[in-house]
């Protein structure tokens, strides 16, 4: 049965806690047993790859104490780069020798009450830097709708970060890839099939503009040289890998420039795409899983004088539904950031911790199939999605302090876990009783795409699911193309599955007339490549029986936003829950109920209703 379902009331005190050995002893903390690879372990890069560019390893001990953001108060000169003749080039901060050990969280994919916990544990493994990606999709959901609220609060963050200890570098894109949904670009943008994502576009640029006119200013007093603790920004994101457009990366530069950024900025790209992804006038980046002799080619090509920062370096990698899950060895993620440290090598670890793709956030790839990234963004990270220490998390720490002129801080505990008894759903709510608690449907000549639908003030609809009912009265080939999963009824009886691989679907012979519906999900859309261009969702062209075109349809639009959920009386009969919801659906539900959307066909289940809440 296609429903949403209430569970019984549960509250957290009710179950019992685990009982953990946190391997805490005054701040030292002890590694637990190592977990086992999925995959076999690469062989060790040898050392002798980094020394044709860096022929003089360091064997010295870091003191950076004096270099943070509680300890810098008179502040000039902000990161910078330095190459003397001697030596290798290096960066440098308030004019002093300084090397950045940067780690990844993303605060959109973080509850806001854990922010803190994961940035001291950053700090306490010996990091001195944050980075993390900004989403515009998720901070501007509707054209000219800005959201910097609650779990999306990103000046919140980044004083956290100060606060703590750590500087922090931005990554504002407008492109961030990430892993979410088409790249974190908002959907509203494919409603004109001549607007050309990631170029000169006038369309693009236009959107472009009004949301930097939004975010920048709000970063502005964040820089360095403002007091604050951004220490770099990004210039978008890997654009070496789509290149469409010579002028965009120009244009972007001097677009954050003109809008008052004033600290060191950057690009990143893979090792393979810095010649094409670079631009004049900003510091380039690299990307890289492991290091070989070549790794430095492409970026000594384009500057020598430089030092090297590793914008992202892959500890671990995303899942997708189908896939087994990505698992890297903790051994050589020690050699590889060893070897950084030995030859004075800036690096960012992607991901220190990855966090959870809440709601309909998580993005796609297609390589000739479709495949949704999962909910889970724990990416074998140096902590786990639900921020606890690993194998890499222990032996990093060792590493860094052994290189540390002064003692780290001390590990923060565990957070605390509980154990919650079975459950069974006691009331649910079938889709087709749900209509009726929805907004008003679109009545249109032809299907509508999603992202076209005339709601949410013009922006149509991001993600969810969409329904087409039309009334028929013979059967025979179905033909729709349907994106991304489809569930086809007669009334309330399903029939047969569309996707990208199966667009005709047989409809029996009809004695009467009956409603045909077409219930279509959106499982993420594309966040790397020239397809983000073509990734709208819904049903995306006419609908036929035996290639009779059919017309006159009731859309309805399936966001599973809370205004649905108040309109049903759930929210009365859950008065205790604390509920947290945005415009990607649920992030997080507590207390006494707990909501399933619709789901498709059991094959399924785990990746388009489980995976949501």
């Known amino acids: ?45 040898s050392p002798l790859s980094l020394s044709t560019f860096f022929p003089s390893p360091t064997s010295s001990r870091f003191n950076w104490s004096h270099l943070t953001p509680l300890e810098l108060k008179n502040r000039s000169v902000g990161l910078g780069t330095e190459s003397t003749g001697q030596g290798n080039p290096h960066f440098t901060l308030e004019g002093q020798k300084f090397l950045i050990f940067g780690g990844s969280i993303h605060y959109f994919r973080v509850p806001r009450e854990y922010w803190r916990d994961r940035l001291l544990k950053l700090k306490a493994c010996g990091f001195n830097t944050v980075t993390t990606y900004v989403p515009w999709n998720l901070h501007e959901p509707e054209r000219g709708r800005f959201d910097f609220s609650g779990n999306l609060d990103l000046e919140a963050f980044v004083l956290m970060a100060s606060e703590i200890g750590l500087w922090v570098i931005l990554r504002p894109g407008p492109y961030i890839c990430s892993e979410i949904d088409l790249g974190g670009l908002p959907s509203w943008l494919l409603q004109d099939p001549r607007l050309l994502l990631r170029t000169t576009n006038k369309g693009f640029i236009e959107a472009v503009e009004k949301y930097f006119d939004h975010l920048i200013p709000r970063v502005i007093p964040l820089q360095y040289r403002q007091g604050g603790p951004v220490i770099a920004v990004q210039v978008e994101n890997e654009y070496g890998s789509f290149n469409k457009d010579k002028k965009y990366m120009p244009y972007l530069h001097k677009a954050l420039l003109r809008r008052g950024i004033v600290e060191l900025l950057l690009t990143s790209d893979s090792e393979k795409n810095v010649l094409s992804g670079h631009t004049k006038g900003v510091l380039a980046t690299i990307n890289l899983q492991k290091l070989h002799r070549n790794t430095f080619s492409q970026l ?14 892959w500890v671990g990698w995303f899942d997708r539904w189908g896939d087994k899950h990505h698992v890297t060895d903790a051994k050589e993620i020690e050699h590889t950031v060893s070897e950084f440290i030995k030859y004075e090598i800036s690096f960012n670890v992607y991901m220190f911790h990855g966090g959870t793709n809440f709601g309909f956030l998580n993005g796609a790839t297609n390589y000739g199939k479709h495949a949704g990234v999962v909910t889970s963004y724990d990416y074998d990270a140096v902590l786990t999605e639900a921020g606890d220490y690993t194998e890499k998390y222990f032996k990093l720490q060792k590493l860094f302090g052994s290189f540390s002129a ?7 505990k565990l957070t605390p876990k509980a154990a919650y008894p079975p459950v069974r759903p006691s009331l649910f709510l079938p889709l087709w009783d749900a209509l009726a608690y929805l907004n008003e449907p679109v009545r249109s000549h032809q299907p509508v795409n999603m992202e076209n639908l005339p709601i949410n003030n013009g922006s149509g609809q991001s993600y969810g699911l969409v329904l087409y009912e039309k009334s028929i009265c013979s059967g025979g080939r179905l033909c729709a193309h349907a994106r991304d999963m489809a569930q086809v009824f007669l009334d309330e009886t399903m029939i047969g599955i569309l996707n990208e691989n199966n667009q005709n679907l047989h409809i029996p012979e009809l004695r009467v007339c009956r409603y045909l519906r077409i219930l279509v999900e959106n499982q993420g859309r594309v966040n790397f490549s020239w397809q983000i261009q073509n990734e709208r969702k819904g049903i995306t062209g006419s609908v036929s029986i035996n290639n009779s075109s059919l017309e006159g349809f009731t859309i309805y639009s399936l966001e599973m936003k809370m205004s649905f959920f108040e309109r049903t009386g759930i929210m009365d009969s859950c008065s205790s829950m ?36």
Request: proline letters at 14%.
């Open 1 to 45: 049965m296609v429903g949403i379902f209430f569970l019984p009331f549960i509250l957290s005190g009710f179950g019992p806690r685990f009982k953990q050995e946190e391997n805490l002893v005054f701040g030292k903390a002890h590694p637990p047993q190592p977990r086992v690879s999925a995959v076999p372990p690469r062989p060790l890069p």
């Open 300 to 313: 000594h090509k384009v500057q020598r004088d430089k030092p090297i920062l590793i914008m992202e370096y």
């Open 406 to 412: 002064i003692p780290l801080p001390q590990v923060p």
């Open 578 to 613: 604390d509920v947290t919801l945005g415009d990607i659906g649920i992030l997080g539900l507590r207390k006494h109920c707990t909501f399933l959307e619709p789901g498709f066909i059991q094959k399924t289940m785990r990746s388009s209703c489980l995976r949501r809440w």
